[in-house]
């Protein structure tokens, strides 16, 4: 839980939506956030912490590892 906290902390700091995030597939998906918007450093932090990517499937930052219990 503390991971997936660090995580969305870092994506609040490049924007603030009411619905900031989906599921599906057993995919959780951070929306409103563009690819290139995060510093390299945030970018390492949130694939090292909570497996996030960016994916071209669902156009936005996922993560299988918070998608699933």
Known sequence: ???L???LQVF???ADHDY???CEHDVLCVV???RD???PEDKAKVEELGGFRWSREY???ASSRFGSA
């Open 1 to 3: 839980m503390k991971k």
């Open 5 to 7: 906290i660090e995580c």
């Open 12 to 14: 609040a700091k490049y």
């Open 20 to 22: 900031p995030t989906h």
């Open 32 to 34: 409103g956030i563009e």
């Open 37 to 39: 918007a995060l510093t």
């Open 59 to 61: 156009d936005c930052w």
